[in-house]
């Protein structure tokens, strides 16, 4: 497969870099230009958008079809793949929403789970591999600094408690949902095992919570 050489496909992926060029991509759009033209590096306007951030742009491809599950040539990585390395939160939601609310829940899962790319990792397998890394950002790491903004923590997925919230009639968390933390010090590190999870903010502060039997909680309950 070759990259369409129109001149006009060839802006797409400079618009989709910053919220300042919505206009013009908007305008592309408008005239046609196919959302899914793809650059040398097989990327396609949404790859690029995912990958900045751009929540602007993710969005007005998303309203012209782009295509959620499009792979890169050089890893087969997909935007959702994109948006979870480089840590941008809102962008994920994006996605993850608009798969839910255009497809439903199957194609959801279908994006997060099963898509997988040249190492045969799906979007979820490539978040927990970034998590288990416990990178803590460094104050003069400007990308790592931007990925960490408000310290916030979302989880999601099939268990309980140690999501940090109790899913009534053990349902599923499809979506990304804020664990409630005392706000005065931002999240910097965290550890998710199979039975509980461990939050570190910046003033030193450990938080933990789950299924706490036999002490691993270290607060002396069974359940926190």
Known sequence: ???LTH????????????????P????????????????????TALHVAAARGNDEAVLLLLRHGADLLAEDWES??????????HHHLSTSL?????AQTRFGKKFLRKVLHETRDHSRQSPMQLLSTILKRGRKPLENDENAAGSCDGGLVYTFGKRDYQLGYHLPNAD????????????NSPIVQLSA??????ALN???????????KGGRLGTGNEFE
């Not at 802006?11 to 919505?22: E, F, N, Q, S, V």
């Not at 013009?24 to 590096?41: C, G, I, M, S």
């Not at 599923?172 to 706000?183: D, F, G, I, M, N």
């Open 193 to 198: 095992s199979k039975y509980h999870t461990i």
């Open 76 to 85: 087969g990585w997909t935007p959702l793949h994109r948006s979870l390395y």
């Open 94 to 98: 994006l996605l993850l929403r608009h």
């Open 1 to 3: 497969m070759q990259p």
């Open 172 to 183: 599923v968390q499809v979506t990304p949902r804020l664990v409630e933390l005392p706000t």
């Open 202 to 212: 910046a003033k030193g502060e450990c938080f933990v919570w789950g299924f706490g």
């Open 24 to 43: 013009t991509l908007a305008r592309l759009l408008q005239e046609t230009v196919p959302p899914d033209d793809r650059n040398d590096y097989g990327e």
């Open 7 to 22: 001149d006009d496909a060839h802006d797409l992926w400079d618009c989709a870099r910053t919220p300042d060029a919505a």
